[in-house]
């Protein structure tokens, strides 16, 4: 059974960092793509920062600069360091993995940032 566990957040001020992990077990095949969502209060889940297996990497403008991601193809597990932090990345994050055509979620971890 797939599973992504999330660790990492929390409550900071502004300007502050966090660093989200995910880690990702029971893949019997690879896992192409992985990375990070995240659903604002009222709002849908949208893109942070994705990286494939070769290492290309996509993420929001509003993160680029702030937000770097990265993975260990190895162990199925990804990162977001996350810099300067604004109130308005409060939210959710959710890691995320797609393998084989399908997509699989993390139960979603809270990033609270104060003014």
């Known amino acids: 059974q797939v599973q992504l566990v999330e660790s990492g957040g929390g409550s900071v001020h502004s300007g502050g960092s966090l660093r989200l992990s995910c880690a990702a077990s029971?893949?019997?095949?690879?896992?192409?793509?992985m990375g990070w969502y995240r659903q604002l209060p009222g709002k849908e889940r949208e893109l942070v920062a994705s990286?494939?297996?070769?290492?290309?990497?996509d993420s929001a403008d509003s993160v680029k600069g702030r937000f770097t991601i990265s993975r260990n193809n190895t162990k199925d597990s990804v990162i977001l360091q996350m810099s300067r932090l604004k109130p308005e990345d409060t939210a959710v994050y959710y890691c995320?993995?797609?393998?084989?055509?399908?997509?699989?979620w993390g139960q979603g971890i809270q990033v609270t940032v104060s003014s």
């Open positions: 990286m494939t297996l070769r290492g290309k990497t």
């Open positions: 995320y993995a797609h393998s084989l055509g399908r997509e699989y």
């Open positions: 029971g893949f019997r095949s690879v896992v192409y793509l």
